[in-house]
Structures are given as structure tokens and as C-alpha cells.
């Protein structure tokens, strides 16, 4: 009985040390006007960066994130005349594991080329 015991509890205390939590949240925006139909949609483009935590210290704030990620969005996909990001979208998830929280934001975009 008391290695039955013993065990359950390990295995409780296991779980509970890989287990985590997550949120997720996203907002969209747009930076080209799209009203008219003179443009097609060249490609889809991301950029993410990501940030960790320790007892609520170290990282970045969130508008420090969204610069750094819509910079990596745009060193990756580099806008030639006549383009345009469009139908962007900044997602977050963050993850909490005890005493440690990882941060990630990513942005999103079409890439548009107007004629």
C-alpha cells in the first residue's frame, strides 16, 4: 500500500512539473488601402521573435516585440516598387511554466503589388 501511495505521488508531482499553460491573442490591421481592384497578392509573409521571463524579469516589452517582428517580417521578405504589406495581423501566445514565462509574438502579412 505505501509504494502504491508512493508512486501516486510521484507521478502527481511529474505531471505537474511538465505541465504548462498557454494564452493565445491576435489583432488585425491594414497598412495598404485595398478598395480598388489594381493589385494582386504577391506573397505571404512572417516575422516572429520571442522572449523569456524569469520570476517576471528579463524580456522585452510587447511594442519592442511587434517592432522586432514586423523588422524580421520585412528583412525576410524585402518590399520591391509598387508593394505594400496588407491584411497584417500581430498574434501573440505565451507559456507558463512555474516560475518562467515565454513570450512570442508573430506578424503576419500579404504582400501586394499594385499595377
Known sequence: ??????????????VLF?????????????????SQ??????????????TTKVFGLGGLSKTAMVAEAKQELLANHPLKDGQA???MTVDWKTGF???IIVTQC?????????D
Open 106 to 114: 508573430t506578424v503576419t502579412a500579404d504582400i501586394v503589388q499594385f
Open 85 to 87: 504589406l496588407a491584411n
Open 97 to 99: 511554466y512555474f516560475f
Open 18 to 34: 511538465f505541465s504548462s499553460c498557454a494564452t493565445h491573442m491576435g489583432t488585425g490591421m491594414s497598412n495598404a488601402s485595398l
Open 37 to 50: 481592384n489594381n493589385f494582386k497578392i504577391v506573397k505571404f509573409a512572417t516575422g516572429d521573435v520571442s
Open 1 to 14: 500500500m505505501k509504494k502504491i501511495i508512493t508512486l501516486t505521488t510521484a507521478f502527481t508531482i511529474m
